[in-house]
């Protein structure tokens, strides 16, 4: 078992920034790929950023490419998502997914956190 818990949201104006942890614990945290999901109020989950075990490889949706970047120090088991250039569009509940290696451009992650709520005004 993998326990996640998320951290670091809030309320923001349009064109500032947030950074999110998610921190990990109950397992060998290197041993995990890591990506971060959000859901708005009636939409599906939706895949933003994705990160390999090592943290040598990321991977990002097209909606936030070039303005959020995610992270990892597996020495703190925690994993970050820079946001910045923030849009009211980009209001969700955010949350951090683990799974055993490879990385999934995806939701298809078998450990989440209860995630963190950003919101955007404009």
């Known amino acids: 078992q993998v326990q996640l818990v998320e951290s670091g949201g809030g309320l923001v104006q349009a064109g500032g920034s947030l950074r999110l942890s998610c921190v990990a614990s109950g397992r060998t945290f290197s041993d995990y790929a890591m990506a971060w999901v959000r859901q708005a109020p009636g939409k599906d989950r939706e895949f933003v950023a994705a990160?390999?075990?090592?943290?040598?490889?990321?991977y990002y949706a097209d909606s936030v490419k070039g303005r959020f970047a995610i992270s990892r120090d597996n020495a703190k088991n925690t994993v970050y998502l820079q946001m910045n250039s923030l849009k009211p569009e980009d209001t969700a509940r955010y949350y951090c997914?683990?799974?055993?290696?490879?990385?999934?451009?995806?939701?298809?992650?078998?450990?989440w956190g209860q995630g963190t709520q950003v919101t955007v005004s404009s």
């Open positions: 997914g683990a799974r055993r290696t490879p990385v999934v451009l995806g939701t298809d992650y078998n450990y």
């Open positions: 990160i390999n075990w090592r943290g040598t490889s990321t």
